[in-house]
């Protein structure tokens, strides 16, 4: 419940006292850095967050359980930071790194791309992610169902109406209380 209490305390006890059940403590470390950069999400405070987070990645660099979820981590702080490249450079690898099987980390990456209008880039993506969720793919991000809404966004920035009209019309069918698709 407060994280910046409990980051202090584990800094302390490992500053004092480095021998004493190091893996406990660099989890409990690991776990109070994310809790504090997750505490400090508002824009406002974006930078703080990011590093934060950047530490609480590199301390977990060597385990494959953490460092998957703690990298997913890292790109929406940067997302949340306005620091779009080095979001995108997060995404890229964490999707190269589960060969595009994870519906998440492909949407991330698809919305990173367009949250820098690079509609053309994401398009692919957002096609990537309805062929998963199409395949039975299970999110557990909210926003990944928004893919076909998204995708017909890009298109209409890009001009291709047709496409666009489509994608919308279709997201409407599919989630008729969304007043976005209209």
């Known amino acids: 419940d407060k994280p910046d ?10 500053a004092e006292v480095p021998t004493f059940m190091p893996e406990p403590v660099d989890r409990a470390l690991h776990r109070a850095l994310m809790q ?3 505490a400090r999400s508002d824009p406002s405070r974006g930078d703080e967050a990011v590093t934060l ?10 385990d494959p359980r953490l460092l998957p979820m703690t990298r997913r ?19 890229r690898t964490i999707v190269e790194t589960t060969g595009g099987r ?14 820098q209008n690079r509609w053309d880039d994401a398009i692919p993506y957002f096609t ?15 926003g990944v ?12 920035l890009l001009g291709r109406l047709d496409e666009a ?3 919308l019309e279709r997201y409407l069918v599919e989630r008729p209380d969304d007043h976005r698709g209209v």
Do not use: H
């Open 5 to 14: 209490p409990a980051l202090r305390l584990v800094r302390t006890l490992k």
């Open 36 to 38: 504090c950069s997750v």
């Open 53 to 62: 987070m950047e530490e609480a990645a590199a301390l977990v660099r060597n």
């Open 73 to 91: 981590m890292l790109a929406l702080t940067y997302t949340r930071a306005s620091r779009y490249p080095e979001a995108e450079e997060i995404w």
């Open 102 to 115: 994870n519906v998440d980390f492909v949407s991330g990456l698809a919305n990173v791309l367009s949250m």
């Open 128 to 142: 990537q992610v309805l062929a998963l969720l199409d395949a039975g793919a299970v999110p557990g991000d909210a």
């Open 145 to 156: 169902r928004e893919a076909r809404l998204r995708r017909g966004n890009c298109y209409r």
């Open 165 to 167: 009209r489509a994608d």
